[in-house]
């Protein structure tokens, strides 16, 4: 069985500011681990995976997360936060022989203050 | 490349009402997923296809609903008869085989649905 815990439901940060998103999963097999994010009114769009190699992953509009084993952990960060990132962002894992089914957090909103 | 097409965006019907759902999914992709959204509950999903064929319908509510996937290009997601607790947004999401699990899931733009 897997799961995601999105720690933090409602997460404010100062325009600018670091954005940390934090999510730890479970998993019995190697898991392959993704961020979305939602803004209003749309479907989820990927910001990025980590499915083997590289645990630093890279994703679009400068987020990246780092895979930690240890730690069971997928954070997700970005340097310096933009109006526009305010949405919601889901972490979610699959695994391998899954189906490509994803088992998905429970969601963090992310206001940006300016 | 075209994305998940879903129709119709918004659907508003009276309680007791049939409501079909309609998507189209990325053109090779060969899993497709249908997900409710609301507030209360977050996002579920309801049942997945692989190649046509339904794999696991277990997130189906209750036999009000009903899904099939007549081929690789199109899917619907029926409810009869529709009550007021199933308004929510509903998304379809397609993804690729590769064997391994490691695939995307790529959704469409939602169905927001009211049920008066």
């Known amino acids: 069985a897997q799961s995601v815990t999105q720690l933090g439901s409602h997460v404010s940060v100062s325009e600018g500011a670091l954005v940390l998103l934090r999510c730890n999963y479970s998993s019995s097999v190697p898991p392959y681990l993704f961020w979305y994010v939602q803004y209003p009114n749309q479907g989820l769009q990927l910001l990025l995976k980590y499915t083997t190699g590289a645990t630093l992953v890279k994703g679009i509009n400068g987020f990246e997360a780092e895979f930690k084993k240890s730690e069971t952990s997928f954070h997700l960060t970005k340097p310096s936060a933009h109006m526009s990132d305010a949405a919601e962002y889901f972490c979610?894992?699959?695994?391998?022989?899954?189906?490509?089914?994803?088992?998905f957090g429970t969601g963090t909103q992310l206001k940006v203050e300016l | 490349d075209a994305g998940v097409i879903q129709s119709p965006r918004h659907e508003v019907t009276e309680m007791g009402q049939e409501v079909t759902l309609r998507c189209k999914p990325i053109s090779g992709h060969d899993y497709l997923f249908w997900y409710r959204q609301t507030m209360m509950r977050g996002l579920e999903l309801l049942i997945y296809f692989n190649n046509n064929v339904p794999i696991d319908d277990s997130g189906m509510p209750e036999d009000r609903f009903s899904a099939k996937m007549p081929n690789a290009s199109f899917s619907t997601l029926k409810i009869q008869p529709s009550e007021p607790r199933d308004s929510a947004v509903y998304f379809c999401a397609s993804s690729r085989d590769r064997g391994r699990g490691n695939q995307p899931q790529h959704f469409g733009d939602g169905t927001r649905l009211s049920i008066l």
């Open positions: 979610a894992v699959s695994r391998t022989g899954g189906g490509n089914k994803l088992t």
